[in-house]
């Protein structure tokens, strides 16, 4: 099977896991429903919706369009079924294309990519099980105020060793997306939490001031 | 609202047995990739130890996270019980939305979320609250993946320089925004500035990794240097925290 063949049989399944996913995913209250004879007032989930779904449903949408390219066919798949996509999904899969030295959009790319997506996956949801099963153990430490800290800069440990391997060798195309978000995030510190909404407007910046320095002759 | 359950309990046999059919589901499907995956490294004549590697270093990387999704558990388990947030953090979820979607789905039905949930309309119209607002998430990538690539494909075609371009652009883009985050509480003095540290002092230790590796020849440090840069930062912020006091 050529490399095409490979693709097309990766979309096929992709397509049959995630439907499944989604079917599952929508069982889950049907079921609890069903269950416990407890069906809630429409109007109360239409006000609960309210409350998340015009900013989420943008943000998923954007995901979906910003990520796709960076987590190949079936991390892509994949990702958007076990989530936590931007925060873990998306690094795994650059830090081991980045550490076996192989580009997204080749085969090799694709491999590692979907290797590292998967076992990403399959860690978290280990380690989210032994969490449930040990609850009563853990919370004590996992509510420790000694690790609250710890985990609460989970983000900025993790693009810190990502930022400076990409900064270091592409420092050209970083310079103006990174500078304008630093500025932004400074000036309205409210951002911090509608950072999804932000990817896009850092990656236009980003292709912008590349296509100018690359019609330049700069890259 | 119908409130006919008598007694309504979200850390039943019931729910539990709910959350392990949907992860295993999730397991089923992480595995069957990475089976492939390997499979088709084999077939591609890749260097399994590449492989090898990519397996280890990824574990290895995403401990940290993981803890951190399991601690969204436990924030959420206070009030839904544990099965449904294990449920809701291993598929599709994030604490990030969870916790905003229970909240609104609460006040708009005019209750607390300071105690558990136990009633039962109440718990089901959470939990599809939860659902329906990241249904986006697991509906569009089957739609849109293949117009997707096929644009990607014909950037590359058209001029593969500016593809290669376009491609880290993308990277950088998301990068810069939440490098970019992480100053976003710099003006509220010491604590705003300990994200800035923690994102410095993990640069750096990734900046030493790299060093180690090219002048001593540490080749088996490269596919450890992310998981070892983000404990490193870890630890320092926990530190830093601790010594004054944050």
Redesign the interface.
């Known amino acids: 099977m050529n490399y095409s063949e490979y693709q097309k049989v990766t979309h096929r399944w992709g397509q049959l896991w995630i439907w499944s996913a989604a079917c599952i995913v929508l069982f889950v209250p049907v079921i609890i429903c069903l269950k416990y004879n407890a069906w809630p007032q429409y109007e109360s989930v239409l006000k609960g919706l309210l409350g998340v779904a015009p900013i989420y449903w943008t943000v998923g949408f954007i995901e979906v369009v910003t990520f796709t390219p960076m987590l190949g066919t079936a991390g892509t798949y994949l990702s958007f079924v076990t989530g936590n996509v931007s925060a873990l999904k998306v690094p795994a899969a650059l830090n081991a294309m980045e550490s076996a030295e192989v580009k997204p959009g080749t085969e090799e790319g694709e491999i590692v990519s979907t290797i590292a997506i998967a076992t990403a996956s399959i860690v978290t949801t280990i380690i989210v099980a032994l969490g449930v099963l040990l609850f009563a153990q853990l919370t004590p430490v996992i509510n420790s105020p000694v690790l609250k800290p710890a985990f609460d800069n989970i983000l900025p440990a993790l693009f810190g060793g990502l930022g400076v391997v990409y900064i270091s060798r592409n420092w050209k195309i970083s310079i103006m997306p990174m500078a304008f978000m630093i500025v932004l995030f400074i000036l309205v510190p409210s951002l911090g939490n509608s950072v999804g909404i932000l990817v896009p407007a850092g990656i236009i910046l980003a292709l912008g001031a590349s296509r100018i320095m690359y019609k330049k002759g700069w890259l | 609202?119908?409130?006919?359950?008598p007694s309504?309990d979200p850390d039943s046999t019931?729910?539990y047995g709910?959350?392990a059919a949907?992860?295993v589901?999730?397991?089923a499907?992480?595995?069957?990739?990475?089976v492939?995956?390997?499979r088709?490294?084999s077939?591609?004549g890749?260097n399994m130890s590449?492989?090898r590697?990519?397996?280890g270093?990824?574990?290895l990387?995403?401990?940290?996270?993981?803890?951190?999704?399991?601690?969204g558990?436990?924030t959420l388990?206070k009030f839904l019980g544990?099965p449904l947030p294990?449920?809701r953090?291993?598929?599709?979820?994030?604490i990030t939305?969870e916790l905003?979607?229970a909240?609104?789905?609460?006040?708009?039905?005019g209750i607390s979320l300071s105690e558990t949930v136990s009633?039962?309309?109440?718990?089901?119209?959470?939990?599809?609250?939860m659902?329906?607002?990241?249904?986006?998430?697991?509906?569009?990538?089957?739609l849109?993946?293949?117009k997707?690539?096929t644009g990607?494909?014909q950037i590359?075609t058209k001029d593969s320089?500016?593809?290669?371009?376009?491609?880290?652009?993308?990277?950088?883009?998301?990068?810069?925004?939440?490098?970019?985050?992480?100053?976003?509480?710099?003006?509220?003095g010491l604590r705003g500035l300990?994200?800035?540290a923690?994102?410095?002092?993990?640069?750096a230790?990734?900046?030493v990794c790299?060093l180690l590796v090219k002048k001593v020849h540490a080749g088996w440090l490269?596919?450890y240097?992310?998981p070892f840069?983000?404990?490193?930062?870890?630890?320092f912020?926990?530190c830093?925290?601790?010594a004054f006091g944050?």
């Not at chain 2, 909240?103 to 039905?109: I, K, M, Q």
């Open positions: 609202m119908n409130n006919t359950s309504f019931f729910m709910l959350a949907v992860i589901f999730v397991l499907q992480s595995v069957f990739f990475l492939r995956a390997v088709r490294a077939v591609a890749m590449v492989v590697k990519t397996i270093s990824t574990a990387f995403t401990l940290a996270p993981a803890f951190s999704i399991m601690l558990v436990v388990a544990l294990w449920i953090l291993s598929v599709i979820g994030a939305y905003p979607a909240t609104s789905t609460a006040n708009a039905l009633d039962p309309s109440v718990f089901s119209a959470i939990t599809w609250v659902t329906l607002g990241i249904l986006p998430s697991i509906i569009l990538p089957p849109l993946i293949k997707i690539q990607i494909v590359k320089k500016w593809g290669d371009i376009f491609m880290t652009s993308l990277f950088m883009g998301m990068i810069s925004a939440f490098s970019g985050m992480v100053f976003s509480h710099v003006r509220e300990l994200p800035v923690v994102l410095a002092v993990s640069a230790a990734m900046c790299g490269e596919n240097a992310m840069s983000m404990i490193v930062g870890m630890v912020a926990s830093a925290a601790s944050l």
